[in-house]
């Protein structure tokens, strides 16, 4: 079985330029995840799709950040204009939906360093 | 507001020896699943074990065990005959049981661990 693919997995931009990562969830899997790590800090939760639609995005900073999830599957997650204090490791993650809590699998991460 | 704290940023250990890592949260939930997560150099998280609040027995997983008390909401992990190979960053990560509605984890801030040859 397949598992998350992220791309790129390095990503160097001057600040207020624009950036765009993309994931590709194990198949099947109903829910995805964005997670935003910072260095030195565990991660963080961005958005949380169930399908093509948003369960969560709370922590989104949603005057810059944007993410969708066309037909379901991938996600693009998009960040413009860009900030010195964006530069993380952003992780995607996908879990199938059950009755019960299902693990979740992550993508290798996508490093951003923002200059 | 659930948080998690892991309060050693840094362990080292012999290789085959014995090391435990910290971890301490807080919730008002009773029911919940806790998370020990290893994320190596090349930064791919991996679950290395689990362990749902309503049981009272501790999870194991071949080398890995926890010690889960409940009532002092703490959650350390035992590496037992440390291998190189251990050598990761360890996330302590909380998740409330709710049918149907956000299931976000939420992590610790980590604790860097070095195996020793």
């Known amino acids: 079985e397949a598992g998350v693919a992220q791309s790129p997995r390095y990503k160097i931009i001057e600040k207020r330029q624009s950036v765009a990562f993309w994931c590709n969830p194990i198949s099947g899997h109903a829910t995805l995840y964005w997670y935003q790590q910072i260095l030195g800090q565990g991660p963080k939760l961005l958005i949380q799709?169930?399908?093509?639609?948003?369960?969560?995005d709370s922590q989104l900073p949603k005057d810059r950040f944007s993410a969708e999830r066309l037909k379901g599957v991938d996600s693009t997650l998009k960040i413009q204009p860009a900030k010195l204090e964006d530069s993380a490791v952003y992780l995607c993650?996908?879990?199938?939906?059950?009755?019960?809590?299902?693990?979740?699998?992550f993508g290798p991460g996508t490093r951003l360093t923002v200059l | 507001a659930q948080t998690v704290t892991q309060s050693q940023p840094e362990m080292s250990v012999q290789e085959a020896e014995t090391v435990t890592l910290s971890c301490t949260y807080d919730?008002?939930?009773?029911?919940?699943?806790l998370f020990w997560y290893k994320q190596p150099p090349s930064r791919q998280m991996i679950l290395v074990i689990r362990q749902e609040a309503y049981k009272q027995q501790n999870a194991t997983e071949n080398r890995f065990s926890v010690n889960f008390q409940k009532a002092a909401k703490s959650f350390s992990l035992k590496i037992s005959d440390s291998q190189l190979g251990d050598t990761a960053m360890y996330f302590c990560?909380?998740?409330?049981?709710?049918?149907?509605?956000?299931?976000?984890?939420?992590f610790g801030k980590g604790t860097k661990l070095t195996v020793n040859p």
């Open positions: 993650a996908s879990s199938s939906l059950g009755i019960l809590f299902n693990e979740q699998f």
């Open positions: 799709f169930q399908n093509n639609g948003v369960v969560d």
């Open positions: 919730t008002s939930e009773n029911n919940y699943y």
């Open positions: 990560a909380f998740v409330p049981d709710r049918q149907g509605g956000s299931e976000k984890l939420v």
